[in-house]
């Protein structure tokens, strides 16, 4: 005996052809009706029912101080020697704050960390605490 020679034992069963009128109908035995047929019916996806829920904010958003680098008093003391000025250029060509289109990033400078150097610090943000500091350490800020 060869495979070209060896037959099923069974018949083979026809597929049930439906939608064809008669008994086998439209839908036959495939759901339909109830909440798939209203108007306006629409399966959402997990993800959108998740959006909905989160409080939308209407507008453009730019704020004054969204590229802003936060840097601690404890850098300052480690990069600078005493009399030196501080402002976001010097920052950017010594690498301790970035540049966005080849301007310096807007700089914020924090209290975290001590400082004993006398430092000038120019068009910066500063923080109170930092304010008292640097001041204390005998820096003035402009």
């Known amino acids: ?6 037959k099923p034992i069974h018949k083979s069963r026809r597929a049930t ?5 008669g008994k086998k109908g439209t839908y ?5 009706k109830g909440q798939t047929a ?3 019916f629409r399966l959402q996806p997990k993800v959108r029912e998740l959006l909905k829920k989160y409080p939308k904010l209407r507008g453009y958003k730019r704020t004054a101080h969204s590229n802003v680098i936060a840097i601690n008093l404890a850098t300052l ?4 020697e005493n009399g030196a000025t501080v402002n976001p250029g010097v920052l950017a060509q010594r690498k301790i704050a970035g540049t966005i289109k080849a301007k310096a990033h807007k700089v914020k400078i924090l209290g975290t960390g001590e400082i004993t150097k006398a430092l000038t610090i120019e068009n910066c943000f ?3 605490s930092a304010k008292k500091k640097i001041e204390k350490a005998g820096g003035t800020i402009k």
């Open 77 to 80: 003391e480690k990069y600078f």
């Open 38 to 40: 209203r108007t306006g």
């Open 17 to 21: 052809r439906i939608g064809r009128g």
């Open 28 to 32: 036959s035995g495939r759901g339909g």
């Open 126 to 128: 500063v923080s109170v």
């Open 1 to 6: 005996m060869q495979l070209h020679q060896i």
